[in-house]
């Protein structure tokens, strides 16, 4: 390593997004004005010196950091350069050697950074986040969009401005050895689409994007940071093409482009003339014929593509030629500045070409901030830079990890009980994931790395066949890109291929997907594109089945999977960008995030899910936080939740509904006219409209648990046994298990309750038992057994049900509360209300347990009217006849609740301020509500397990319900 000016500068600087930066005059006058009075104070020399980039640290002979902090602070000394480019290093130097740097520059430094995937690209300590290709595998855009911000939150945090990201190469060449799986992928409006979410993710925190590497490095063999790579295509190909992303980003208002180190005849002809350098490229192509008038960078010029033919100062010359703004890692400084000048002299530049080059880098320094520029705040910078990153891995992964087949659906998803085997490719030791395997799977592990030769298959395979029913195939640690088969062995290969044949197994490829092309006769096959411990992890959620894969290929790996490809779930309401149904998408996913998570950062909850529908299709699907405060295992959107008394609507009051629909059930008629076990007592002249309006007088609630505890809470050993048998058959929770006739001892209790006077709203849970009680007696049918036949399995609902341990894993479940006083355990997978689950978990107010879409699904339905999927439940007077306002002392509807009748001056509106008055819907006691907007034809629920928390009341102190829904209002149009 050589200690001079000349060696600050090498390495490969991508980048795309910002915003449009005007040469000459801004229309702001305070900008005008700070840009005027900079350059008039720049000398000839300092002109030049500020359209240079130079580096800041690298990596050192002995693989340790090192920072040329002296030797850039002699060139901001003595030349007055114009930007800096951040490497390697922890950002506690990075910050201290940046702030001292901009102390002592007499012209603002511009600060760059090529953070494709976040500053831990470059940083140690700070984790990066996952490559472009992974991001190309995901169907909502909004996550990129997302992903942006993020990344320019972490620039913005570190003082740096310029972010040389995102790549909008197309790789539409699988070999391609520098590109790869830094793309998005093969296909053009992909690459341009999702190029313009991440840049406007970043420019609107404030950190520019730099559209890179124009006219596009995708279809190329060599790497540019080697040698000079050839592309020879035809100009209408071109088109078509490579510089179809570039179009639409520049249209897009990216702030500045990179360009690359290419031999393209077509465009220029020079032999070994690179783009980066060429005249025809960056002034004719880019300035005249796209339009583009944002700040150019070069690709870095030390690199061998351009170094190679233009050493010394050479390509710094050629570079402003060509009519680049700014020269990324010049290397030799004052020798670039000799050249560049003697060009001046000789005609081949001008001084006014450098001069509106400058004033183009002054005004993006105004507009980043740098006018005003204060030092970086150390405090907390590591947690500030790393406090977003495993959420948006978690959510990339979750979005991306994608299934390609599934010819084996008795092994996935995979349960307990084979015996299973891992066998780990590329592994010496336990990673995450196989930790993950053999503790949910009581696998036995298998390392296999790329050292070994093919003696060692064959007694492996043999074991396998002799000893498992399923094994797992784990492709890991592979090299990114393609050179040598990205570094898999062929006794890897042989392995893998032998095991696919032998006997069931599930084939999960951890790392770029092209190595893809290796193994796809896999009978199940998972691509799971990054190598970290998240994605690890949540390729285990998925092997569990706690989540359905949403994936699609980004690329085409080989003929059975092209670009596209990938296993997703047809689904009756599909996801489309909130933008087009009307929302700021924008906003409303900012608010909605700040408020779920400071809620589980307050531990008011644990995490939640989040549905909003609008138009008969998603605008917003996400999930928030873990099951529990000391659980790892995450929400996902398909996580099951306790209804509590959204039970009363999206089972009970459908049942009413449909046989009031048919002819069926008549609301007033009385319970004892339709239940015999109620005449001849006080509760058989009660109409079944004051029932469902909660205005007939019966008790809010009955704790029927505590006639059968002992005096210290414990369940009575007469009434209760911890195993099952003829008598003591009902299950109330685990191992605890209610005698079968005890239901008779309830009803007996309800019937002997005494009534409230009438006319008075008491909301109550018997007002719906009894209503239960009658959709049983009407259909001849058990309640869940009626729903599940007449609405749930004709709306393809899945999860919607009730007692769902008994059909699925409780880790598919969300655990409810630590129930002292009465079964003393958590519930988890059993109803939380103590009377539904003494009825053995299935009742009309509570047992009902669904995931968020679902709820959506039922929800929608009654937005349409009664119908949906080909179904038509009910007419539409009827749910128009049962969700409107039928009571003068209340609020009510007929079961559904609505909002306050005097929202509009009340201190704390209900549901939320913004809801019109043809809005019903429902809450659950557990953290749950789904509320439906006629006028505005929109949806909106909400599940939590709030009830989990030490102080359950916090939640609602909180308002959390009311704050979303009322931001979901603000964010739709106008706005």
């Not at 009075?37 to 030049?48: A, C, D, E, R, Y």
């Not at 928030?624 to 000391?630: E, I, M, Q, R």
């Not at 099951?640 to 048919?662: C, Q, R």
């Amino acid at each position: 390593m050589r200690n001079s000016l000349k060696t600050i500068g090498f390495i490969l600087l991508i980048g795309l997004v910002g915003s449009k930066v005007q040469a000459q005059r801004s229309g702001n006058p305070a900008a005008d004005h700070w840009v005027d009075s900079v350059f008039k104070t720049l000398s000839k020399k300092q002109k030049i010196a500020q359209l240079m980039v130079v580096r800041v640290s690298s990596i050192g002979p002995d693989h340790t950091v090192v920072f040329y902090d002296k030797q850039v602070e002699e060139a901001i000394n003595k030349y007055n350069i114009g930007g800096l480019c951040l490497f390697q290093g922890g950002p506690i130097k990075q910050a201290t050697v940046l702030n001292h740097l901009q102390a002592i520059a007499k012209t603002p430094l511009l600060v760059t950074i090529d953070a494709e995937n976040g500053v831990g690209m470059r940083m140690d300590s700070v984790l990066g986040l996952p490559r472009q290709m992974m991001m190309g595998a995901v169907q909502d855009r909004s996550l990129i969009y997302d992903y942006g911000r993020v990344v320019g939150e972490q620039c913005k945090r570190i003082g740096i401005q310029v972010n040389y990201a995102p790549v909008v190469d197309i790789n539409n060449n699988p070999n391609n050895p520098v590109i790869n799986d830094r793309s998005f992928g093969e296909d053009k409006y992909k690459v341009a689409d999702y190029g313009i979410a991440y840049m406007k993710g970043m420019q609107d925190v404030g950190v520019m994007g730099c559209a890179k590497h124009f006219p596009g490095h995708g279809d190329v063999a060599v790497d540019s940071h080697l040698d000079l790579p050839v592309i020879n295509k035809t100009k209408a190909q071109l088109d078509s093409l490579e510089l179809y992303p570039f179009n639409q980003i520049f249209r897009a208002g990216v702030g500045s482009v990179m360009i690359a180190h290419l031999s393209i005849p077509v465009i220029d002809s020079t032999e070994h003339k690179p783009t980066s350098i060429s005249y025809n490229n960056v002034t004719n192509l880019l300035r005249k014929e796209l339009n583009y008038n944002g700040l150019t960078f070069t690709d870095a010029l030390e690199m061998k593509g351009v170094a190679k033919y233009y050493p010394d100062g050479e390509a710094s010359r050629e570079a402003l030629i060509a009519g680049n703004d700014m020269l990324c890692l010049p290397g030799d400084i004052p020798g670039s500045i000799k050249k560049i000048r003697k060009a001046i002299r000789k005609g081949k530049l001008h001084w006014s070409d450098i001069n509106e080059h400058v004033r183009k880098v002054l005004y993006a320094k105004y507009q980043y901030g740098l006018a005003d520029w204060k030092p970086i705040d150390t405090t907390n910078l590591l947690n500030d830079l790393n406090s977003k990153v495993a959420a948006m891995r978690r959510s990339i992964a979750e979005n991306a990890i994608t299934l390609l087949r599934n010819d084996n659906q008795a092994i996935f998803p995979l349960t307990k009980g084979p015996r299973i085997a891992y066998v780990g490719m590329g592994l010496t030791q336990d990673n995450a994931f196989a930790a993950q395997v053999r503790k949910g799977f009581d696998a036995e592990v298998f390392y296999f790395d790329y050292k070994k030769d093919s003696t060692a298959v064959a007694p492996l395979l043999q074991k396998l066949r002799d000893s498992f029913n399923v094994v797992i195939i784990g492709v890991h640690k592979f090299a990114r890109y393609p050179a040598n088969n990205f570094g898999m062995s062929n006794a890897a290969q042989q392995l893998i291929q032998g095991i696919q044949q032998q006997q069931q197994s599930i084939t999960v490829v951890f790392g770029n997907p092209y190595v893809i092309k290796n193994m796809c006769n896999a009978p199940v096959l998972i691509a799971a594109y990054e190598d970290d411990d998240i994605t690890q992890t949540t390729v285990n959620d998925l092997l569990h089945g706690r989540f359905l894969a949403k994936g699609k290929l980004p690329v085409t790996v080989c003929p059975e999977f092209k670009y596209g490809a990938g296993i997703i779930i047809r689904r009756l309401l599909s996801t489309v960008p909130a933008s087009q149904l009307g929302f700021n998408s924008v906003k409303m996913s900012t608010a909605i995030d700040s408020i779920v998570n400071d809620a589980i950062k307050q531990k008011a909850i644990p995490g939640a899910v989040v549905v909003v529908a609008k138009d008969g299709r998603i605008a917003y699907e996400k999930a928030f936080g873990y099951l529990t405060y000391d659980s790892t295992e995450p929400v996902y959107p398909e996580t099951i939740y306790d209804l509590a008394s959204v039970t009363k609507i999206m089972a009970t009051t459908l049942s009413v509904m449909k046989l009031y629909d048919d002819g069926k059930l008549d609301l007033q008629k009385t319970l004892g006219d339709y239940l015999p076990v109620t005449r001849g007592t006080n509760k058989a002249p009660l109409k079944l409209w004051d029932i469902l309006l909660h205005q007939a007088g019966l008790k809010a609630f009955i704790p029927f648990y505590r006639e059968t505890m002992d005096a210290s809470n414990n369940p009575l050993p007469a009434i209760y046994h911890t195993d099952p048998d003829s008598i003591y058959s009902i299950r109330v929770a685990a191992h605890l298990y209610i005698r079968k006739d005890w239901e008779d001892t309830i009803m007996k209790r309800i019937l002997a309750s005494p009534l409230e006077p009438k006319g008075k709203y008491i909301y109550s849970d018997n007002d719906y038992i009894f209503l239960g009680k009658i959709v049983e007696s009407i259909t001849k049918m058990p309640l869940d057994v009626y729903v599940k036949k007449t609405f749930y399995d004709k709306l393809n609902l899945l999860e919607t049900g009730f007692k769902p341990a008994d059909r699925f894993p409780l880790d598919y479940i969300a655990p409810t509360e630590n129930e002292k006083g009465f079964r003393n355990q958590l519930l988890h997978g059993d109803v939380h209300d103590p009377g539904s689950a003494m009825f053995g978990g299935v009742a009309g107010h509570a047992g009902l347990f669904s995931n968020g879409y679902e709820v959506a699904v039922l929800a929608q339905m009654l937005l349409n009217g009664g119908v949906l999927n080909g179904h038509n439940f009910f007419s539409r007077k009827t749910v128009d006849y049962f969700n409107q306002y039928h009571s003068e002392i209340s609020r009510r509807g007929l079961g559904f609740d609505k909002p306050e009748k005097d929202n509009a001056t009340r201190a704390e509106p209900y549901p939320c301020a913004s809801a019109s008055p043809q809005t019903f819907g429902h809450t659950g006691f557990t953290g749950t509500c789904f509320w439906v907007d006629p006028k505005n034809n929109l949806i909106f629920v909400f599940l939590s397990n709030r009830v989990n928390s030490h102080d359950p009341s916090k939640f609602l102190k909180m308002s959390i319900r009311p704050k979303i829904q009322e931001a979901i209002y603000q964010s739709l149009k106008p706005y």
